[in-house]
């Protein structure tokens, strides 16, 4: 199985999602026939995606190579997003320029990302705690 096959194998809701945005926003390079897949889309009405055999059969007849390309792109990001949201937190703060200048001195020095950093130093810290308990 190819690449762009297993990709297009799975989150039919995204592709569905993506397929009527680009028509929505009239990228036509996305689409051998942008007219010809939007009526297909406003004929279908409801039941234009009713099933995953209908939206991979709407992709191989309407997309093209570059809008091909374009979806299996989002797909896998979108992939790698949810992935990262299973184990993963966002964390956006705000900290003094006097601690962001030792948090950067301190993140050299250790050879480690700041995200790693950070990471190790939580969880020493974290350690200590219930070390202490």
């Given at each position: 199985m ?10 039919y809701?995204?592709?569905?999602s993506?397929l009527?945005?680009q ?5 036509d ?5 942008l ?17 995953h ?8 007849e309407?997309?093209?190579k ?20 299973l ?10 320029v006097?601690?962001d200048?030792?948090?950067?001195v301190m993140?050299?020095?250790?050879g480690?990302?700041?995200?790693e ?12 705690q219930?070390?202490?308990?």
């Open positions: 190819s690449k762009s096959t297993s990709t297009f194998s799975a989150y809701d995204i592709q569905e993506w009527r945005k028509v929505k926003d009239l990228k390079d996305s689409f051998i026939d007219d010809l897949a939007r009526e297909e889309i406003e004929n279908a009405g409801i039941t234009a995606f009713a099933n055999a209908v939206i991979d059969k709407f992709r191989e309407h997309l093209s570059r809008g091909k390309d374009r979806l299996s792109s989002a797909l896998r990001t979108y992939k790698k997003r949810e992935n990262r949201r184990t993963t937190r966002r964390l956006d703060i705000d900290i003094s006097e601690a200048t030792a948090l950067k993140v050299k020095e250790s480690l990302t700041k995200i950093f950070l990471e190790q130093l939580i969880l020493k810290e974290r350690e200590k219930n070390y202490s308990l």
